[in-house]
DNA sequence: GGTAACGCTTCCAACGATGGGAAGGTCAAG
DNA sequence: CTTGACCTTCCCATCGTTGGAAGCGTTACC
């Protein structure tokens, strides 16, 4: 298989193989005469689970270590979990973030009359008090956390 | 006020306070002769409404269509919530795909031993089956997605 | 044998928000 | 006058992914 099939058949793009590739997260498949990358059903498996780590949100970092105990036949399951647990975490701590970030904002949506007129809670909210207590600053989100929409495909 | 003060003050650090004037988000303050940065009380008044609608996640382009609204007297709040709402909606809606990440991989957690042994349904999920029918990848979370943590100050 | 579709490489850029640091100027207090 | 804390500008890095361009080789099909 070539690169191109690969990514078909696995769903990674033909990009992000070569960069996965360069950066080392997978190794280098054997080429063609003419320098074609050539994939065996065992390099398109292990895309597979790359695509699929990716699609929970794990980081490269972490696939490079959940690969690496995926190829480790004598690996402790316990220390998969313990990855596993620990995004988990994570995960719902973000989640928890936006949530509170969204009630807050709901709260204050509700109270905004929405008309034509120009008091609004919501501006209020942004404008007046609660200085922050300075810093300390909290794990953001921006519109842009979320990957880019690759969806357009 | 300079620009540590009206860091302190507002709770946005020395380099963002830059970087948004250098992207036209603020306008740039009156300087003293020595080229230092003078701000008053409106502007740091502005940089804390700032502060806390990045709190709440927009993001700079949103941050600078509220800002507008904010400064224009005869805004109809009905703007501003169409703004909020949006963001609400996509608030919820990264939160949702948060959670459905870490449901899926609290389910497979829940069923490994997280022992000694090899086998894991954890690994076993992900190297098996499901060729994610190829294309249309949905919008991901990654490990960074959530700010880089710059709660270490 | 031509052509289109694919592949190759390298490099460069961008996204968003933020931090880090270097190299230098300024200001206040001792 | 020195010291230290502040300010200035400028560039670089992060993180994952995608895009493009340039320039050329290969493969498959008609």
């Known amino acids: ?20 590739e360069s950066i080392g997260l ?3 498949p ?7 990358r050539v994939y065996s059903d065992n390099e398109v498996h292990g895309l597979r689970f790359i695509s699929r780590a990716r699609d929970l ?15 480790d036949r004598s690996r402790a399951s316990a220390d998969v ?10 995960l719902d701590e973000k989640a928890k973030a936006l949530k509170a970030m969204s009630d807050t904002l709901r709260h ?9 007129r120009p008091d609004c809670p919501i501006i209020e909210g942004f404008a007046q008090a609660a ?9 953001r989100f921006g519109v ?10």
Chains 1, 2 share one sequence.
């Not at 204050?108 to 034509?116: I, M, Q, S, V, Y």
């Open 57 to 71: 949100g794990f980081s490269v970092e972490q696939m490079g270590d959940l690969l690496a105990l995926w190829r």
């Open 1 to 20: 298989m070539n690169i191109g099939e690969a990514s078909k058949a696995s769903g990674v793009s033909t990009k992000m193989i070569r960069y996965y």
């Open 26 to 28: 997978i190794s280098a």
């Open 108 to 116: 204050l949506a509700d109270n905004c009359h929405g008309d034509g």
């Open 81 to 90: 979990k313990s990855i596993a647990l620990e995004h988990i975490r994570v």
């Open 144 to 153: 842009t956390d979320i990957a880019p929409d690759r969806s357009h495909a």
């Open 30 to 36: 054997l080429r063609t005469e003419s320098g074609y």
């Open 131 to 139: 200085p922050t207590s300075v810093k300390k600053r909290q794990p």
